[in-house]
Nanobody, 126 residues
Framework: QVQLVESGGGLVQPGGSLRLSCVAS????????IGWFRQAPGKEREGVSC????????NSAGSVKGRFTVTRDKDKNTVYLHMSSLKPEDTGVYYC???????????????????WGQGTQVTVSS
C-alpha cells in the first residue's frame, strides 16, 4: 500500500532550523512528484515546497523561498524539507503528498496529489 509518514516536527524558536522527513512506502519517491504543504488552524492548506519527478526540479512558495529546501534520498526512500530562519507564521501542520503518476511536475495545486501523510506539527515560538 502507498503510505507517507512525516516526522521531525516540534517546537522551535524563531530563527531556528528544523528538518522534516517524509518516508514513503509502496512506491519509489523518485518516480513521483512530492509536495510539502502546511495548514494553520482556520486556514487553507497551502503548498510550500515541492520536487518534481522527471528532473528533480524543486520550487518553493514565495513566503518560504530562500528559507526552505526540499531534497530526496533515494536509498532511504525519503524526502526532506529543510527549514531555516523559521518565523512564527511558519507554524502549522506540515504534510507531504505524492503526486499523480500523470502529474510528475513540481506543483503547489492540491488536486495534483493523490496520497497524503498524516502530518507533523511545527510550532515556531519563543
Amino acid at each position: 500500500q502507498v503510505q507517507l509518514v512525516e516526522s521531525g516536527g516540534g517546537l522551535v524558536q524563531p530563527g531556528g532550523s528544523l528538518r522534516l522527513s517524509c518516508v514513503a512506502s509502496g512506491f519509489m519517491i523518485d518516480s513521483y512528484a512530492i509536495g510539502w504543504f502546511r495548514q494553520a488552524p482556520g486556514k487553507e492548506r497551502e503548498g510550500v515546497s515541492c520536487i518534481g519527478r522527471t528532473y528533480g526540479n524543486t520550487n518553493s512558495a514565495g513566503s518560504v523561498k530562500g528559507r526552505f529546501t526540499v531534497t530526496r534520498d533515494k536509498d532511504k526512500n525519503t524526502v526532506y524539507l529543510h527549514m531555516s530562519s523559521l518565523k512564527p507564521e511558519d507554524t502549522g501542520v506540515y504534510y507531504c503528498a505524492r503526486g499523480s503518476f500523470l502529474a510528475p511536475y513540481c506543483d503547489f495545486r492540491r488536486d495534483k496529489y493523490n496520497s497524503w501523510g498524516q502530518g507533523t506539527q511545527v510550532t515556531v515560538s519563543s
